[in-house]
């Protein structure tokens, strides 16, 4: 019962998407109709509602993974197989709003979130956080949708050979293949243009 309640807080957080509604409610800005990617997440806050409504979002969408994962590990047993549902609760909710379904986002910040409520284990937050980087900055792959997916499926097999914990794994793994569906559906469209070490590589889907 009480990994439901933990489960359900996880996904109504999730469902609640802050970079949207801060934005209209508080800058006047509907970040969907207003973007390109129409995805109600904290770049698009950023770029359309400007710097203060992108990090107050992004801190509203990082607390919404973090709360319920970090205080789930204090009252739960870590090591059950549905503490892996408590962790890609807030994601499943975020790409998946129980009042918003067709305005569900990419789930880049919530999942960060879940990696921070996981301390004092910090190998998978670490591990997400090292792939965003280098394909961010080191190896740059476009477009983005593209780069979510190559990370998220490097960040799940290093968590399955440096994180111990089946509940860890498993969490990880639903939260990568939430993240990579919607990126996948959102934007199936798109040329993968990847850019590494300055040479541009296009391939283009026929």
């Known amino acids: 019962m009480t990994y439901f309640i933990f489960i359900l807080l996880g996904f109504v957080l999730g469902s609640t998407l802050f970079a949207y509604w801060i934005s209209r ?5 509907d970040i969907i109709k207003t973007s390109t990617d129409h995805n109600p997440g904290v770049a698009n806050a950023y770029m359309q509602a400007g710097f203060f409504a992108g990090t107050l979002s ?11 994962v970090f205080f789930a590990g204090k009252f739960l047993d870590c090591g059950s197989l549905l503490f892996a549902l408590v962790m890609a609760a807030p994601v499943f909710g975020h790409a998946f709003p129980f009042f918003q379904k067709e305005k569900g986002g990419k789930a880049i910040a919530v999942s ?3 990696m921070i409520g996981l301390f004092p284990e910090i190998y998978p937050l670490i591990s997400l956080i090292f792939y965003y ?3 961010s900055l080191v190896l740059t792959l476009r477009p983005h949708s593209f780069r979510s997916v190559i990370t998220y499926g490097l960040f799940t097999l290093t968590v399955f050979v ?16 939430v993240v990579i569906y919607r990126h996948i559906i959102r934007y199936h469209d798109e040329p993968l243009q990847i850019l590494l070490f300055g ?3 296009l391939f283009q889907k026929h």
Do not use: D, M, W, Y
């Not at 992004?58 to 319920?68: F, N, R, S, V």
């Not at 914990?165 to 293949?177: K, V």
């Open 25 to 29: 409610l508080f800058f006047k800005t």
């Open 58 to 68: 992004l801190l509203c969408e990082l607390l919404k993974g973090t709360i319920p």
């Open 112 to 114: 960060f979130g879940v």
């Open 133 to 135: 980087i280098l394909f």
């Open 162 to 177: 440096i994180v111990p914990q089946n509940s860890i794994r498993l969490g990880c793994f639903i939260i990568s293949a």
């Open 199 to 201: 040479k541009h590589l």
